[in-house]
């Protein structure tokens, strides 16, 4: 097994760099926030940076890349406070990738993409029809990473909307029925298969 400094691997091509970092965490999940501005247009971009912060309360949070590269979707949640996140299914694989496509503030990312926008009764925030597993976030707190000009975006849980059926009689959610896909690196995606359930694990 070789070892890879990070010296070394600071003299790489750019693009060969990021793959390979990017894949070290290994497989993630991936879905689209979905945001709307104050002028009313609408918004997603990829993520595949989210974690589960706690139950209860209900948070979940998200690295948003720097404003430079990434503004439209921060904004828009600092000014409504709201937004979806949507899980990526294989049926609309291409179409979501390519809302990680730099967009002008002013272009209706659904359109471009083809994906149908969709609100819920008292959501501001759009949701993706074609997604199987959708949830209603609200702001929490956007923490900055000042060492990466990032930002950990926070958000409590407000809303869920999925099949009953993928639910099991213990509140577990059988994502790889609802055909959730995972990403690696940059652009890499991949079917998700459940192995087991364990037990709760004691000394």
């Known amino acids: 097994m070789r070892q890879f400094l990070i010296e070394d691997i600071k003299t790489w091509d750019r693009f060969y760099r990021a793959n390979f ?14 945001s709307i501005s104050n002028s009313g247009v609408p918004n997603l971009s990829v993520v595949s940076s989210i974690v589960h912060l706690g139950a209860d309360p209900a948070l979940i949070g998200y690295i948003n890349r720097p404003i430079a590269a990434a503004p439209d979707t921060i904004t828009n949640i600092e000014h409504t ?9 294989e049926t609309f694989l ?8 730099k967009y002008l503030p002013e272009v209706n990312e659904f359109a471009a993409t083809k994906l149908t926008e969709y609100y819920e009764d008292g959501i501001i925030a759009p949701f993706v029809k074609e997604a199987l597993v959708r949830y209603e976030m ?12 990032t930002f950990f ?3 409590q849980l407000k809303s869920v909307f999925l099949e009953e059926s993928i639910i099991a009689s ?32 004691k000394p």
């Open 138 to 149: 609200e702001l929490v707190e956007i923490a900055p990473i000042h060492y990466n000009n």
């Open 21 to 34: 970092v990017n894949c070290l965490t290994g497989f993630k999940p991936v879905s689209l926030v979905g």
């Open 94 to 101: 291409q179409q979501a990738h390519q809302c990680s496509a």
């Open 81 to 89: 406070k709201c937004y979806t996140i949507n899980h990526i299914n």
């Open 153 to 155: 975006v926070i958000g």
């Open 170 to 201: 213990d509140g577990f959610i059988d994502l790889s029925s609802a055909g959730s896909i995972v990403s690696i690196g940059l652009d890499g995606y991949a079917k998700v298969e459940m192995i087991t359930r364990l037990p709760y694990a």
